[in-house]
């Protein structure tokens, strides 16, 4: 079993920004591909962005797209999602995922997704 952490959410203005984390343990995570999700009240979860096993390609929503990067520390088995110019859409709780494929590549699906962080709750006031 993969376990996989969140942390860094919080409370923003619209405008601000936040760093996510995502510290994996439990499987070789330096081979899995890696995806952040967010799921908004009365919403299904939505992709907002993915990395491949050695942050050599990755892919993001356009809703987010240049304003969200996500990169890799593989040292530190730990995935980061930095959001800036938040809005208040992007409000939801925010899932970490980790693709049990070796080596993989960065997906969009959230079905191609084996393990699942608890989520972190990221609030954006206007």
């Known amino acids: 079993q993969v376990q996989l952490v969140e942390s860094g959410g919080g409370l923003v203005q619209a405008g601000g920004s936040l760093r996510l984390s995502c510290a994996a343990s439990?499987?070789?995570?330096?081979?899995?591909?890696m995806g952040w999700f967010r799921q908004a009240p009365g919403k299904e979860r939505e992709f907002v962005a993915a990395?491949?096993?050695?942050?050599?390609?990755?892919q993001y929503a356009d809703s987010v797209k240049a304003r969200f990067t996500i990169s890799r520390d593989n040292a530190k088995n730990t995935v980061y999602l930095r959001m800036n110019s938040l809005k208040p859409e992007d409000t939801a709780v925010y899932y970490c995922?980790?693709?049990?494929?070796?080596?993989?590549?960065?997906?969009?699906?959230?079905?191609?997704?084996?393990?699942w962080g608890q989520g972190t709750q990221v609030t954006v006031s206007s």
């Open positions: 990395i491949s096993w050695s942050g050599g390609s990755t």
């Open positions: 439990g499987g070789t995570y330096s081979r899995y591909a």
């Open positions: 995922a980790a693709d049990r494929t070796r080596f993989g590549s960065a997906k969009t699906d959230l079905l191609a997704y084996d393990y």
